[in-house]
């Protein structure tokens, strides 16, 4: 995620792609609750400083739901 920040693609643009990505992949109520914390991470995006991290929190929270994620 840094290298593509680095390279100068916007945070909100990955949050997108990476809900978009993920969402066929899960169940209807898995799928709401990722796209329930993608908008939270993205919320705080906008408060914060680091986009990274949001990013990363991100990451680590649909990490915590992997079972259910068929990759």
């Excluded at 705080?44 to 990759?71: D, M, P, W």
Aim: proline content about 3%.
């Amino acid at each position: 995620m840094y290298e593509l920040l680095v390279n100068c693609i916007p945070a909100d643009v990955i949050f997108k792609t990476l809900l978009k990505e993920l969402i066929p992949k899960v169940s209807e109520g898995l799928a709401h609750e990722l796209t329930h914390w993608a908008a939270h991470y993205e919320h705080t995006l906008v408060q914060g400083s680091k986009e990274v991290f949001h990013l990363e929190a991100f990451v680590a929270k649909c990490k915590s739901h992997r079972t259910a994620i068929s990759v």
